[in-house]
């Protein structure tokens, strides 16, 4: 028998070799921790025995879970989504729960047994899907909201579920009273947070704040936690709703999103041991014996949720295709299923049989979740007749605003940072087509006279329709590394030569943009640092010549198109050294010594020189490869000092 420090360091062991594996096959680190469970368990190689501080531990995450769920709960983006969350998501959860249970019934479960199976079943993953809805750039789109407003109400619809499963367990003659008393408990205590909790606890936090001691803060979160956590239990409520209540409290003070990255650790980590803990429990040579049922049990709840959920979208006025594809999104399990799933056990709710099932179920479902998020639009499409009109028109929607322009340049993205760039290019007088998905901005935006259109960028058809055959460049205003990268695949495929600049949120994915084929990639923390740099400088003396020059510098560095220059006859008296590179343009006659070689064939770099760009036909390309093959009539755009670029033209001219 291990003790609680020989089976934590043992269990954090296998699950950092796990998490880093599945990280790397881009799979949810939660399956991970569920299979370090299962193989270490009592079921399999039995290399670790359930200990009771472990399990004590894995409670711990439960509690921060529910905590930060807490701090997701705002009055205010309810309202906002009130028609979506209380509609629709009470809709699926509820619908979900009657289906299972009335068919648990006819196959011969208990209405409690069924009733909890319902429940546990009812819940889709927040953690894999608000990741794939950020990652396709789909949040804002109108399924997007559907999926996020019914996993917001999924979260919430935890809590009386806790409350009504330990009510369910006691004697037929006890339950109404139980029941009744469990409410009458919550409905006291959120009276109690909503009337005077948040303007204590925002006292209380400001006071700890004052202090200027991030210990201190730490310190005092982890009392609220636990401390609400443990009153809540006192009166016979479950931690996770006082752990929730807790959050509660602090999500309407300005203190909330520090404390919600001071718990994120605790959170993640002890989470990971509850569902190592949950792991524990699956029983790999039951589930084997009982293979088909898992399968029917999978089939059944895909299809099942997929059902209700599509059904009630339409109920509540989507189009078939949105429905369609917001039943696909939420139809897998999710993780709060093993949360239920585990105080089900506990209170000896369900058969061990069917226990097995459902968790080899719900691991699965959470397996081919992205799967079927990816074929989602194919399914669609195959389906949903009404889907090919409504994607005609919003190509023809894009099609009308591009109709004119010539010369224009595709924004593709409408934030912050498209629209920023949209006003410059307006004042410098160049046309412009800009596509976002996100059908409130298009329309205040449209209505305002901003040329921008519904439509999603990272499909081959919306470029064609936005005029990417008539466009001098492509420009991604948004920081998605997938969906900026679909884009840059088909721009090169639809036109090799356009040139698309494309905005990186993280220095890290720099090379992956410009091996994709991006003309230039401007990353945000080092344009606000050279900015910040300049502010500074200027700010202490230093002449501001001085520091207009230094940015330059740094930015040519950086930079391909801003390095070099052409010179003519007005830049004689420039303070500019010898040194200074610059840019020479080179025609390539017939019959010329660099007709077909390649760049690197040529050996330029001797000189200190390197081809910027290549115009062929009136396309150019920037930073053309080494493998690039001259052809007669290029336009070869030559990079250095004034002494070299002579050398280079005589080579690639004379030989």
């Known amino acids: 028998m291990l003790n609680t420090l020989e089976f934590v360091v043992l269990l954090l062991a296998a699950a950092v070799v796990m998490v880093a594996f599945f990280r790397s096959m881009n799979l949810p680190p939660v399956l991970a921790y569920l299979l370090v469970g299962a193989l270490g368990g009592p079921h399999a190689l039995d290399l670790m025995q359930e200990s009771a501080g472990a399990r004590h531990l894995a409670e711990f995450g439960v509690v921060f879970l529910m905590f930060s769920i807490g701090l997701e709960f705002s009055l205010g983006r309810l309202m906002a989504m009130k028609r979506i969350v209380f509609g629709l998501g009470l809709a699926q959860v509820l619908a979900t729960i009657v289906c299972v249970t009335l068919l648990g019934r006819l196959g011969g479960l208990g209405w409690i047994t069924a009733f909890a199976l319902g429940g546990t079943l009812a819940m889709s993953s927040t953690a894999i899907l608000s990741k794939l809805l950020a990652d396709r750039m789909e949040l804002d789109s109108r399924h997007g909201r559907e999926v996020i407003g019914v996993l917001l109400f999924q979260d919430i619809a935890v809590v009386p579920l806790l409350i009504l499963l330990p009510a369910l367990s006691r004697p037929a003659e006890e339950m109404m009273f139980t029941l009744g008393l469990a409410a009458f408990k919550v409905v006291f205590l959120l009276s109690l947070v909503l009337v005077f909790g948040q303007r204590l606890m925002r006292w209380w936090f400001t006071v700890m704040a004052r202090r200027r001691s991030g210990e201190l803060f730490m310190l005092n979160v982890l009392l609220i ?70 399968l029917g049990l999978l089939a059944a709840l895909l299809v099942l949720k997929f059902g209700v959920v599509f059904a009630a979208s339409r109920v509540f006025g989507s189009p078939a295709g949105t429905a369609m594809r917001s039943g696909l999104w939420l139809c897998a399990g999710g993780e709060f299923g093993f949360v239920l799933l585990s105080q089900i056990l506990e209170l000896g709710l369900m058969p061990y049989g069917l226990a097995q099932a459902t968790v080899a179920a719900l691991v699965l479902s959470m397996l081919v979740a992205p799967l079927i998020v990816q074929v989602s639009d194919r399914l669609v499409m195959r389906f949903v007749a009404s889907e090919w009109l409504l994607r005609s028109m919003e190509l023809t929607r894009v099609a009308a605003q591009s109709l004119n322009t010539e010369r224009h340049i595709i924004v593709c993205g ?148 801003m390095r070099g220059f052409f010179q003519g006859s007005s830049d004689a008296g420039d303070a500019g050294d010898g040194a200074e590179a610059r840019l020479r343009s080179v025609i390539v006659p017939e019959g010329a010594a660099g007709v077909g070689r390649s760049i690197g064939e040529l050996g330029l770099e001797e000189f200190g020189v390197a081809v910027s760009a290549v115009r062929r036909r009136g396309i150019r390309a920037l930073s053309p490869g080494a493998e690039t093959r001259i052809q007669s009539g290029d336009v070869i755009v030559l990079l250095g000092v004034p002494g070299s670029l002579e050398a280079a033209e005589e080579r690639l001219l004379g030989g």
């Open 414 to 561: 409408y934030g912050r940072s498209g629209q920023y760039l949209a006003r410059f290019l307006e004042q410098e007088n160049v046309a412009y087509v800009a596509l976002d998905l996100d059908p409130e901005r298009v329309r205040e935006a449209g209505a305002a006279g901003d040329t921008v259109v519904y439509g999603d960028a990272a499909r081959r058809e919306t470029l064609v329709a936005a005029g990417i055959q008539r466009a001098s460049a492509l420009v991604v205003s948004f920081d998605a590394l997938e969906a900026a990268l679909r884009v840059i695949h088909h721009a090169h495929a639809l036109r090799p030569g356009l040139p698309v600049v494309v905005r990186a949120g993280d220095e890290a994915d720099l090379e992956k943009l410009a091996q994709a084929g991006a003309a230039e990639v401007v990353p945000e923390a080092f344009e606000a640092s050279i900015m910040l740099a300049s502010h500074a400088l200027a700010l202490t003396g230093v002449p501001l010549s001085r520091v207009v020059r230094r940015i330059r510098e740094i930015r040519s560095q950086r930079y391909a198109l």
């Open 225 to 294: 936690t636990l401390g609400l956590a443990w009153l809540s239990e006192l009166v016979g409520l479950s931690l996770a709703l006082g752990a929730f209540l807790a959050g509660m409290l602090i999500s309407e003070t300005e203190y909330r999103y520090q404390v919600e990255e001071d718990i994120k650790p605790f959170r993640d980590v002890l989470l990971g041991l509850f569902f190592v803990t949950v792991g524990m429990l699956l029983d790999v040579a039951e589930i084997a014996r009982n293979l088909p049922a898992v």
